[in-house]
């Protein structure tokens, strides 16, 4: 699939996934998480400690995030990716973005094994969708 399709299919969950997501403003998981929020976008962050970031209700793990979430923005060091992606592929999301930085050959390699929708190009997605931050 071209990037657009592979985009298009990653923004057609009704619920997105935000991992890695911060309360920290000035960290890329919480401006990821601002990012689909200003855009229209139902999130749910996932954060192992935090109850809440901007207002919304974490989940501790991808195991945890609802049935409707079938993608997740990965915003985490590329070790943890790779098990990120393993409870994604267990739980049955369906698309993966991992954002710059997040990404790891072990772990681009599994999701495309098992057949995951994969945006691991160094696409960010504040640019695709814009970001003002505010």
């Known amino acids: 699939m071209a990037a657009k399709e592979l985009i298009n ?3 057609s969950s009704p619920v997105i996934g935000v991992v890695g997501a911060s309360s920290d403003r000035s960290k ?6 601002r990012c689909y929020l200003e855009n229209g976008r ?8 935090q109850q809440e970031i901007e207002g919304l209700a974490c989940v501790a793990s991808v195991s945890d995030l609802p ?3 079938k993608s997740i923005s990965v915003i985490t060091p590329p070790q943890v990716t790779e098990k990120v ?8 999301i369906e698309n993966i973005w991992m954002q ?17 929708n994969l945006i691991a190009d160094g ?11 505010h």
């Open 123 to 133: 696409t960010c997605v504040l640019v695709i969708l814009g970001f003002s931050g």
């Open 100 to 116: 710059p930085g997040a990404e790891s050959q072990a772990a681009i390699s599994f999701c495309r094994d098992q057949g995951i």
């Open 42 to 49: 139902e999130a749910i962050p996932v954060h192992p400690a």
């Open 67 to 69: 049935d409707q979430v």
């Open 28 to 33: 890329f998981g919480n401006k990821v998480l």
């Open 9 to 11: 299919s990653f923004l």
């Open 85 to 92: 992606v393993r409870l994604a592929a267990d739980k049955g």
